[in-house]
């Protein structure tokens, strides 16, 4: 079971002050975390930047380390995450960003999104 990880997730901790990475393993049981390249680099481009944005990114950059990176045919890092949401191992995609949630719904793959102020939830497919 592999989870796909949206930059936006990444930078939650920051953001949000949500503890990612307990929220995953509250939800599930040991998922292996999958960032695809493009997410990376969305989060590097990000980092160059000053103020909360900024250092979100930079925070979600050392996450992202914690993770799998896979490469993707898509540059773009929304198409990037549904690429491999679609991948048959994938069993959620953790992501805030609403019409990439209906993307990866409609293609049949669990969301995980910030339910309330710090916890996540799983939206099925």
Same mark, same amino acid.
């Given at each position: 079971? *592999?989870?796909?990880?949206?930059?936006?997730?990444?930078?939650? #901790?920051?953001?949000?002050?949500?503890? &990612?990475?307990?929220?995953?393993?509250?939800? &599930?049981?040991? #998922?292996?975390?999958?960032? #695809?390249?493009?997410?990376?680099?969305?989060?590097?481009? &990000?980092?160059? $930047?000053?103020?909360? !944005? $900024?250092?979100?990114? *930079?925070? $979600?950059?050392?996450? +992202?380390?914690?993770? !799998?990176?896979?490469?993707? !045919?898509?540059?773009? +890092?929304?198409? +990037?995450?549904? !690429?491999?949401?679609?991948?048959?191992?994938?069993?959620?995609?953790?992501?805030?960003?609403? #019409? &990439?949630?209906?993307?990866?719904?409609?293609?049949?793959?669990?969301?995980?999104?910030?339910? $309330?102020?710090?916890?996540?939830?799983?939206?099925? *497919?």
């Amino acid at each position: 079971m *592999s989870v796909v990880v949206d930059t936006n997730a990444l930078m939650m #901790p920051v953001e949000s002050n949500v503890r &990612l990475f307990d929220e995953l393993d509250r939800l &599930l049981d040991a #998922p292996t975390l999958v960032v #695809p390249e493009a997410v990376v680099e969305e989060l590097e481009k &990000l980092a160059e $930047g000053a103020g909360k !944005e $900024g250092k979100a990114a *930079s925070v $979600g950059l050392d996450l +992202a380390e914690r993770c !799998e990176s896979r490469a993707t !045919e898509a540059a773009y +890092a929304d198409d +990037a995450v549904v !690429e491999l949401a679609e991948h048959e191992d994938a069993t959620h995609v953790v992501t805030n960003d609403g #019409p &990439l949630k209906q993307r990866v719904l409609d293609a049949g793959v669990s969301v995980i999104s910030l339910r $309330g102020r710090s916890k996540l939830a799983i939206t099925q *497919s």
